[in-house]
């Protein structure tokens, strides 16, 4: 990873994201391969003398001290100059907004101020990495959702490097700079959040990185830049993916839902057209969820927005679902998880 980047490990529980962040840290030791900080290997080196702070789900403030005394600990323990120690605490204090409240003990603030102490007393001794194991898991879903966007404000500000644990999709899209997916002990894929999003390297990226329409089927050859696969009961046309299949070979052809166009009348314009049924239509706020079965019996998911007008639909009424052939990408064949894997996936996370 680079340094000053934000860069999240995204996998479900098992997949080995928190054990390698331990040997980032020095708990673990790796049986193979070099762990290098700043262009040293840390390998051998015991943790309290890399130069990296861990921020834990469960912050460990000292609750006898005030935030300021919490937060001077690391240069006192470091035996700084009183003069540094000042300028050091009071400068990560407005960094992260606690200036006001540096007197109050921890019991005296929220779930989200007592995140920004535990991260101010991580960086206040100006760490090469800081290290975040899942710190947002205790609050509740409004207040995590507004420390993702203090998180990233903050590690702007300081520039260091955050390596981030997460099982949550919409986190790390949200914060990263770049992504690794991992699976089993494997990393699937690195890239940035929209290349993870628009272009996954597999199925399982394409499945566990927000939702998807996955369809096995047979590539039948490329063809001005697009490779035509026989899916749901017809040929479609996709962009190729970063595996080059042979003609003949097995498939996977992903559209994301939100590029699904629906229609009661055959689309006019030069896009994959498949005519279908509707099974099912689910009112989610911003968009409906729609499900339509293909000729083969596929399921096609749809995500409709307000600003498309559709008269009201019901279950059987016939339909035709498109999109654009560039909302399409072709992967590698694999096993599809079904929904309930995935809630799995999650719920063990």
């Known amino acids: 990873m680079g340094a000053g980047e934000f860069f999240s490990m995204l996998g479900p529980s098992g997949c080995g994201k928190t054990t390698t962040l331990r040997m980032i840290a020095g708990f673990e030791t790796p049986t193979s391969g070099a762990i290098r900080l700043e262009g040293v290997d840390v390998s051998k080196t015991p943790p309290h003398k890399r130069n990296v702070n861990t921020v834990f789900q469960h912050y460990a403030l000292f609750p006898h001290m005030n935030v300021w ?61 800081l290290l975040l194991d899942e710190p947002l898991g205790a609050l509740d879903l409004k207040l995590r959702h507004a420390m993702q966007f203090e998180l990233k404000r903050i590690q702007r500000e300081v520039g260091i490097t955050f390596i981030y644990v997460t099982h949550d999709q919409e986190e790390a899209l949200t914060m990263s700079d770049r992504i690794a997916v991992m699976n089993a002990g494997n990393v699937e894929q690195i890239g940035g959040p929209t290349e993870i999003y628009d272009a996954p390297a597999t199925v399982f990226v394409a499945n566990f990185i927000g939702q998807a329409n996955l369809w096995p089927g047979r590539q039948n050859g490329v063809h001005d830049g697009f490779a035509d696969v026989s899916v749901l009961g017809t040929t479609v046309r996709a962009r190729p993916g970063q595996t080059a299949i042979e003609t003949g070979g097995h498939a996977t052809v992903m559209v994301r839902p939100e590029r699904v166009r629906v229609s009661v009348d055959p689309f006019t314009d030069d896009c994959v057209s498949v005519a279908g049924t509707v099974k099912d239509l689910t009112f989610q706020g911003p968009v409906v969820r729609l499900s339509v079965a293909a000729p083969d019996d596929s399921v096609v998911i749809a995500h409709v927005g307000a600003e498309h007008k559709l008269p009201g639909l019901r279950p059987g ?24 894997d995935l809630e799995e996936m999650l719920d063990d996370s």
Do not use: C
């Open 317 to 340: 009424d016939p339909v035709h679902v498109g999109w654009d052939p560039e909302a399409g990408l072709v992967l590698p064949a694999a096993d599809i998880p079904t929904t309930e």
């Open 69 to 129: 005394d919490n937060v001077a600990y690391g240069p006192r323990s470091m035996k700084k100059e009183k003069a540094e120690v000042k300028r050091r605490v009071d400068e990560i204090l407005e960094i992260v907004r606690l200036t006001d409240f540096a007197k109050r003990k921890p019991a005296q603030l929220s779930g989200g101020q007592q995140q920004r102490v535990a991260l101010a007393r991580a960086l206040v001794n100006y760490p090469s990495a």
